[in-house]
C-alpha cells in the first residue's frame, strides 16, 4: 500500500582608445588634433537582436557616431553613406529593409551622432541557421574620414519561436505504471493547458486524471492541486523544471516524447514520477 508522499543580443561594442606617452607634448597633441579631419564610424562593430518570429516588424537602431576631430564640439553636418557587404546572408526585401529607404543618413551639425533604422521581417527569420547582414561605411563627406575600425558593422538575426498553445483539449493518457494497473490503463478528459506568460503554460492534474478523477483520488485523497505543473514550450520542445507531485520529482520520462506537432498542434508530454515510479503518455488533441 502505498503512503502519503509530492532565446544575441549580444553586443560586442568597440571603442575609440587614445592612448600617449607621459613625454607628449599636451599643446602639441591638442594642436595635432585640431588639424585632423573629422572621424566617423560605426557606434558597435557587431550586434546580436533576438526578435520573436510572430510575423510582426521589428525595428532595429544603430548609431553612427562622430568620434573626434576638428574642434569637435561645433562640426558641420556629415553624410555618411554605407553598402550592404556582398557576404551577408540577408536579402533586402525579404529580410530586412532600410526604414529610410536610403543607404546614406546626416550627422547633423553640432550633434554627434545620427540613427540608422532598419527593419527585420520576423517571419523569414531561421531560427537553426541566422542569417547576417554586414553593413560597410564607404565615405563621409564634409572633411570627414571613415575610421578603418569602425567602419563595419556585422548583425546576427536570431529568432524566439512563437509559442501560442494555450487553450482547451481533448488529453488521451496511456499509464505505463502506477499502484491500480491493469486498471485505469487509459483515461480521457478535457483539459486546459493555461497560458502564464510567453512559452510558459500550466496544466492542473499533470496525470490526465489518475489523481483527480481515477483511483489515486479516492485511495491517496490526491486532487486537483496534487499534481498541478508548469512547463515551457519553445520551437515545438516541452520541457519543465522542479515539479512534484505529493511524493517527489516530477521529470521528463528518459527517451519519452515531449513536443509539439507544428502541422497538427497536437502535445506530447511523456511524464515520470521519482517517488514511486508513475509515469505515462499524455496526448494532448486541441478542442
Known sequence: MKKFKFILITIL???????????????????DFATTPYVVG????????????????????????????????????????????QSSTAVAGTDFDFVNDSQSLTIAENREFATL??????ENINIDNPKVLILNITSADNNAVVGAQFQTLT?????????????????????????????????????????????????VDFSGGLYTVGPYSTAYGTGPTSFDVEF??????????????????????????????????????????????????SVYTPL
Open 13 to 31: 561594442s568597440a571603442g575609440l582608445i587614445v592612448s600617449c606617452n607621459v613625454d607628449d607634448d599636451p599643446q602639441q597633441l591638442e594642436a
Open 117 to 122: 533604422d532598419i527593419n527585420f521581417y520576423s
Open 232 to 281: 515551457t514550450e519553445n520551437c515545438g520542445d516541452i520541457s519543465w523544471v522542479g515539479q512534484t507531485d505529493p511524493w517527489g520529482a516530477v521529470i521528463p520520462l528518459s527517451g519519452g516524447v515531449n513536443s509539439v506537432d507544428p502541422d497538427t498542434g497536437i502535445v506530447t508530454i511523456s511524464w515520470y514520477c521519482e517517488g514511486y515510479g508513475e509515469n505515462g503518455v
Open 155 to 203: 548583425i546576427t538575426i536570431n529568432g524566439i519561436c512563437f509559442s501560442d498553445i494555450g487553450g482547451l483539449y481533448s488529453v488521451t493518457t496511456t499509464y505505463a505504471f502506477h499502484d491500480f494497473l491493469p486498471d485505469f490503463s487509459t483515461h480521457t478528459m478535457d483539459v486546459e493547458i493555461e497560458a502564464i506568460e510567453d512559452g510558459l503554460y500550466n496544466v
Open 42 to 85: 560605426f557606434n558597435n562593430s557587431e550586434a546580436a537582436p533576438a526578435f520573436l518570429t510572430d510575423g510582426a516588424v521589428n525595428l532595429f537602431s544603430e548609431n553612427v557616431v562622430l568620434l573626434g576631430g576638428n574642434d569637435f564640439s561645433s562640426n558641420p553636418s556629415i553624410t555618411v553613406s554605407f553598402e550592404v557587404d
